[in-house]
């Protein structure tokens, strides 16, 4: 079996910066156990397959271990690879996903991610979260994701996890964001995948379909500047 595969890092203009994602153009679908096999050989947090429709993309994401629902860095990344290695024609990029269709606008170097908002609500926190935290939350929100939401900057920097507790939860596509107000951006993030190959995903476009609508209203603002600041760090507006 011969394949093309590009491996791109989403959300960063530095090289070995922001989040990596591999993105493999196909002409038909391969069986899903062959698709997980790549991915695990590609040992990155997300690799991105997919199959040109012509009116639309066909776009699937998968982590070593499941498919995922959605991910931002791996559709980011998938955009880049069409417009500037594979001559896509149209600066309107639509893909078709588990998460409905996907539209991606590119102007001159950005790409517009128009992705779902998903405001978490109100929640509480689970005993093994609370003892898999070395600094606990002020409060506790919850959409697909849990949102711990902090102090300061510096705690979520110097945030750590406990995975022997972590690890005996399962929130199938979900995972945990850490989240404070920025000191040089307005708000600052990390994300963790309990059960997961990856503990912490370096940048996570999907976490923000919740970050966003929740600093957007906490700061009542309708722009916003972001940084994950994982060791790799990535930068969103």
């Known amino acids: ?16 910066g922001g989040n990596p994602a591999c993105v493999v153009p196909l002409e038909k679908w391969l069986p899903d156990d062959i698709l997980l096999k790549i991915t695990k050989e590609n040992a990155v947090a997300e690799t ?15 982590t ?22 594979l001559n896509y024609k149209s600066n309107k990029i639509i893909f078709e996903t588990l998460s409905g269709d996907l539209t991606v606008h590119v102007e001159d170097d950005f790409y517009f991610l128009d992705f779902p908002s998903r405001m ?14 070395n600094i606990q939350p002020k409060e506790v929100l919850k959409s697909r994701d849990y949102v711990l939401v902090y102090d300061s900057e510096e705690d979520i920097k110097n945030i750590s996890i406990n995975r022997q507790f972590f690890d005996e939860i399962n ?14 951006c307005d708000f600052v993030s990390r994300f ?10 370096p940048v996570t476009g999907s ?3 919740s970050l966003i609508p ?9 722009q916003l500047t972001a940084m994950q600041i994982s060791e790799r760090v990535g930068k969103l507006n």
């Open 64 to 85: 070593p271990e499941i498919e995922m629902d959605l991910c931002g860095h791996a559709t980011l990344a998938t955009a880049h690879c069409l417009k500037t290695i």
């Open 207 to 209: 976490a923000h379909c």
């Open 214 to 222: 929740f600093w957007a209203k906490r700061l009542n603002k309708n």
């Open 48 to 62: 991105a397959f997919f199959v040109d429709k012509g009116e639309k993309i066909h776009l699937r994401w998968f």
């Open 120 to 133: 978490p609500l109100e929640s509480t926190l689970l005993e093994n979260f609370s003892k898999s935290l």
């Open 192 to 201: 963790f995948t309990p059960q997961a190959s990856i503990l912490e995903d």
């Open 1 to 16: 079996m011969k394949l093309e595969l590009y491996q791109i890092d989403a959300f960063t203009d530095k090289i070995f």
């Open 171 to 184: 929130l199938e596509t979900g995972g945990v964001i850490v989240t404070a107000k920025g000191e040089n």
